[in-house]
């Protein structure tokens, strides 16, 4: 009887959260439709689902897991440099604008969730500051190795390089996409308020319910006790891993 009380519980909580969401979405909407929005707050709309997304995310690892990460954004980063590239490359095979942007996101994601394992299993060994110091540190080499990228675009192909952009080698039709410190440019707008609020709906409905569920009840008992999780059999690495990739997976679709 506990249990299907709690489960109802999470039911619910789990419905109000969508319907907020569904709600705030649908007064938005109401608002661009009847030009009541300044262009500043439009221009606004799809950071704040992508900093909605890369929140939720966090919570995973930092409230549900228990586990301070500092380089989060990190994650976001991977994503939304590996998205450029996707998107870049199938511009013409791809013109649907929404088509890329969806296939961009999956890249982008699987990025991240693959620089997630790099980091995540020496980092996950460690404890309190000293797992907050490391993953501020990630943070900043990501950083500082976006800063040093040049990667062009034309007829031949991808050119990369981390010295300039005139070492790119590019022909006439070149483009350069990423340059160095300066960061993207000549992209143009694929995102939307839509993909945005879809995209924080999904986020939602993973974490949800992957805290209903087992694996959950798992990640939030190592929280709480890990000395005891472990007693009771629970793969505490495994689980700690389940959480941080999700975490990445879901910081790289935001980016």
């Not at 999470?10 to 649908?26: E, P």
């Not at 300044?38 to 689902?49: A, D, E, K, T």
Request: with cysteine.
């Amino acid at each position: 009887m506990k249990q299907f009380k709690q489960l109802l519980a999470a039911r619910r909580d789990s419905v109000t959260a969508f319907g907020i969401v569904i709600i705030a979405f649908l007064i938005v909407q109401g608002m661009i439709l009847t030009d009541n929005i300044s262009s500043s707050l439009n221009g606004q709309l799809v950071p704040i689902c992508a900093y909605v997304v890369m929140a939720i995310s966090l919570n995973l690892t930092v409230g549900i897991l228990g586990e301070l990460s500092l380089g989060h954004a990190g994650f976001m980063s991977v994503g939304a440099f590996a998205g450029i590239v996707v998107t870049t490359s199938l511009a013409d095979a791809i013109p649907f604008g929404p088509m890329r942007l969806a296939i961009a996101m999956v890249v982008g994601a699987l990025c991240a969730a693959v620089a997630g394992v790099i980091v995540g299993i020496p980092v996950l060994r460690l404890k309190g500051d000293y797992l907050a110091i490391v993953t501020l540190a990630f943070g900043e080499i990501i950083k500082n190795i976006l800063n040093a990228i040049y990667l062009g675009w034309d007829s031949n192909g991808f050119h990369f390089s981390m010295k300039d952009a005139t070492s790119l080698n590019m022909g006439e039709d070149g483009e350069v996409i990423i340059n160095g410190a300066i960061g993207i440019s000549g992209m143009t707008k694929a995102s939307s308020f839509t993909a945005g609020i879809i995209l924080v709906l999904i986020t939602l409905f993973v974490v949800l319910n992957l805290i209903n569920s087992r694996a959950g009840r798992a990640i939030m008992s190592i929280r709480d006790n890990r000395i005891a999780a472990e007693a009771t059999g629970i793969n505490v690495t495994k689980y700690k891993l389940m959480a941080f990739i999700t975490s990445a997976f879901l910081a790289g679709m935001a980016g």
